[in-house]
C-alpha cells in the first residue's frame, strides 16, 4: 500500500495493526510530518517505511502499488488532478485508490463554478495553500483517468466526502 499524505501516520498504524500480512509505503511532503510518522511506524520493521514525496511527482515506478489512500489531504494540493493521475500511475492494473478528503474548512469551501472553488492563493507546498475538492469534479477527474468503478459520495451534512475507484487494466 501508498499512502499519500500520512501525516502523523495513523492511519497506516492502524492498518497495519489490523492486516499483518500489510506492507506500506507512507509519505507527506512534510518533513516534520514524515519524522513523526517514522517514529510511529518504527513498531512495524520491514512492514512500513516512510518516506518523503511530493503527491503530484511520486518517486515510485508505474504499477507498484496494491492500493494507494488519500485521507484528508487532497485540499492541500492544489494540483489535486496530477496528483490524482500520478496515484493511478503508481497503481497496479486492479489496484484501487480509496480515501476521503473535505469539502470545506474553517474559511474555505468549494464554490460550485466547476472552476476550483475558492482556495488561497500560493504555491502548493507553501504552509496554508490549500484548494478545496469539488466531489463532482474530483468524479469527472477520476473518469477522464483509467479508472473504473468510480465512486464519490457526499457525507450527509456535505463537509467531505470519500471515494473509490479501481485502476484498469
Excluded at 506500506?24 to 517505511?49: C, F, H, K, N
Excluded at 487532497?74 to 494540483?79: S, Y
Excluded at 488561497?120 to 466531489?135: S, T
Excluded at 465512486?151 to 484498469?168: D, E, I, K, P, Y
Aim: charged share 20%.
Amino acid at each position: 500500500m501508498l499512502e499519500i499524505g500520512a501525516g502523523s501516520g495513523a492511519m497506516s498504524a492502524g492498518l497495519l495493526s489490523r492486516f499483518p500480512q500489510a506492507t506500506i509505503v507512507a509519505t507527506d511532503y512534510d518533513p516534520e510530518m514524515v519524522t513523526v510518522a517514522g517514529r510511529a511506524l518504527s513498531r512495524w520493521p520491514g512492514r512500513a517505511t516512510v518516506e518523503r514525496a511530493d503527491a503530484t511527482s511520486l518517486p515510485f515506478g508505474d504499477g507498484r502499488f496494491d492500493l494507494v489512500l488519500s485521507c484528508a489531504m487532497l485540499h492541500h494540493v492544489v494540483d489535486w488532478e496530477r496528483a490524482l493521475s500520478e496515484a493511478s500511475r503508481v497503481l497496479k492494473p486492479g489496484g484501487r485508490l480509496v480515501g476521503f478528503d473535505l469539502i470545506r474548512v474553517a474559511g474555505h469551501r468549494h464554490d460550485g463554478s466547476g472552476a476550483g472553488g475558492l482556495h488561497e492563493a500560493g504555491h502548493d507546498h507553501e504552509p496554508g495553500a490549500r484548494r478545496m475538492v469539488d466531489p463532482t469534479a474530483f468524479a469527472s477527474q477520476l473518469r477522464d483517468l483509467p479508472f473504473v468503478d468510480v465512486r464519490v459520495r457526499q457525507s450527509l451534512a456535505h463537509l467531505a466526502f470519500r471515494f473509490a475507484a479501481t485502476r484498469s487494466g
